[in-house]
């Protein structure tokens, strides 16, 4: 009898000792998936980031893809634009706010200058480049030829 009661009691400690490392193991794998999680947020922001200064000094001088910039914001893009439609021809934008700002503000917003020649030109058509070395902003140009004489001057 006093057997049967100790293997009972037994019991119900080998049971309190395994819950208690089941609860430990649960423990452990919440904060190994916090940790990977606050890794992986981490490591993506820094990501995007160092891509985007990099890519302001490895662009200058060179053509500017346009599905990196906003043509509403006349900025290079930390991420791929939106490429959107407007009159037949194709605009390319950080979100859908910068399109309809576009389309709202049409002239002033899809046609630009060339700095060199100073012909309106319209953003769809133009060759896209950044302003200065390190900094976002972009330029339009006509064609190769301001393009080139752009960055000659600037040297
Ligand atoms: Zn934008």
Redesign the pocket.
């Known amino acids: 009898m006093s057997k049967k009661k100790l293997t009972k009691r037994e019991l119900q400690k080998r049971q309190i000792f395994e819950d208690k490392k089941n609860k430990r193991t649960l423990r452990i794998s919440f904060g190994l998936l916090f940790v990977f999680i606050i890794l992986y947020l981490v490591f993506h922001t820094f990501w995007y980031d160092t891509k985007f200064a990099y890519r302001q000094y490895a662009f200058y001088g060179k053509e500017v893809p346009t599905e990196l910039v906003?043509?509403?914001?006349d900025?290079l893009?930390n991420h791929k634009?939106l490429k959107l439609s407007y009159k037949g021809k194709d605009y390319f934008?950080?979100?859908r706010?910068?399109y309809e700002?576009l389309v709202n503000h049409y002239k002033e917003d899809a046609f630009i200058p060339d700095p060199l020649s100073g012909d309106t030109i319209c953003k769809a058509n133009a060759l896209i480049g950044l302003k200065n070395r390190g900094e976002p902003e972009i330029v339009y140009f006509q064609n190769r030829k301001t393009f080139n004489q752009y960055y000659k001057s600037k040297k």
């Open positions: 906003c043509m509403n914001g900025k893009l634009s934008f950080c979100n706010d910068c700002h």
